[in-house]
């Protein structure tokens, strides 16, 4: 009969007998414990994340924004509450100073016209915070914070599992699509992620990076679930400084490459996400030999819109949708009425192009069609 054994530092494990648990050596007793993790807590294994005595399912949302850089991130989070209809969300905001108090002003004139819509969301504002050795480097690596999402188990210490996502996306489904997504990863895998490019077209990492990386296209980090309580067991915070050290003059994406050395060294800890939860304007022009279209949306239609490379800010179709969401009331009744605007927009700028995304509009936004019908 089993007992358990009190970690205070990590998860509770199973120790399948006393009198080995007594005479494992240190090295063994260790391996022994990783292969018994039992890391998930109940309501990130469970089919129904976060659902609990009928309350709602429960979604943390996880934004960064700094540099002054805000805008974006509230259009994202408009359009998180306009598909977050059955769920309770919350949304953790990471932001410095430069950006706090036009952050705090924003989100909650965000919060109040929800409570106005007769939608409803809880938020709290934090600090970033980066380990001291080396923190100057972190806040700068790529863009302003973006390496701030490697150190969210330490930041947010009481928190098993959120969602990430760049503040460059906007969502075009329910949130529950994603999130149940935590279900379905094995006992091993604590990211949920999708490939930087798809497997039928060469892509940046196996042709021009000089790391190892995720195979065979290496991955885009601009969406990810996380499971935190998983990351602090296999140090992943120590794992990306180790990166760092190594390869530091050679991440020539930030901390999207630092996840890609890491999950080259350990492929399990991989869940791969459809590429409809992350749709960037690398599926509609392709940069590369080959095909690079995100075929599973074209059956499911696009989930998350993903601004990547500035898309938001230049003429065209990804600034299109960016503008439609960021004037878009919060009123459910009023989502049918953006569904065709978004067709519209979709249709005049593919009808003139040679380039398809995803087939028709109504392939595109088939998940908003859904939704608003």
């Known amino acids: 009969m089993g007992f358990t054994f009190p970690v205070t530092k990590y998860p509770r494990v199973l120790i399948m007998s006393r009198k080995n648990a007594q005479v ?17 807590p109940p309501d990130v294994m469970s089919p129904e994340v976060g659902k609990r005595n009928g309350e709602l399912q429960k979604v943390i ?43 705090t ?10 409570l106005g819509a007769s939608s409803f969301f809880t938020y709290e504002i934090k600090s970033t915070w980066f380990p001291p050795k080396n923190a100057g480097i972190w806040k700068k690596l790529y863009a302003p914070c973006s390496a ?3 150190f969210f188990p330490s930041l947010l210490p009481k928190v098993d599992a959120l969602l990430y996502v760049d503040s460059d996306t906007v969502f075009v489904s329910e949130l529950r699509g ?32 000089e790391i190892p990386y995720f195979k065979p296209r290496g991955l885009n980090t601009g969406v990810l679930l996380l499971n935190l309580t998983r990351m602090r067991f296999y140090e992943a915070e120590q794992k990306a400084e180790k990166v760092l050290r190594l390869y530091g003059d050679k ?83 009023k989502l049918s009425e953006l ?5 519209k927009r979709y249709n005049n700028f593919w009808n003139s192009s040679d380039h398809k995304c995803v087939g028709s509009s109504h392939h595109f936004f088939k998940q908003l069609i859904s939704w608003s019908s």
């Open 24 to 40: 494992m050596g240190h090295k063994y007793f260790f391996w022994y414990l990783l292969q018994n993790i039992k890391a998930l």
């Open 61 to 103: 949302l996880g934004v960064v924004s700094c540099g002054g850089r805000y805008e974006e991130a509230m259009t994202m989070l408009r359009s998180a509450v306009l598909f977050s209809g059955g769920m309770s969300l919350h949304v953790v905001a990471i932001v410095d100073d430069e950006t706090r108090q036009n952050f």
């Open 105 to 114: 002003d924003a989100i909650t004139s965000l919060f109040e016209e929800a």
């Open 148 to 150: 701030q999402r490697i």
């Open 178 to 209: 994603i999130w149940n997504h935590f279900s379905k990863m094995d006992q091993t895998q604590w990211v949920g992620v999708t490939n930087e490019d798809e497997p039928t077209g060469d892509g940046w990492y196996n042709t021009k990076a």
């Open 251 to 333: 991440l020539y994406w930030g901390d999207q490459d630092i996840f890609n050395v890491m999950f080259s060294w350990n492929p399990e800890f991989v869940y791969i996400l459809p590429c409809e939860y992350n749709f960037r304007p690398s599926h509609c022009f392709c940069r590369y030999n080959g095909s690079c279209s995100c075929g599973s949306a074209a059956l499911q239609g696009v989930r998350i819109i993903h601004g990547n490379l500035q898309a938001f800010r230049k003429k065209g179709f990804f600034q299109s949708i960016y503008k439609a969401f960021q004037k878009q009331s919060l009123s459910q009744e």
């Open 339 to 343: 569904n065709e605007e978004l067709q």
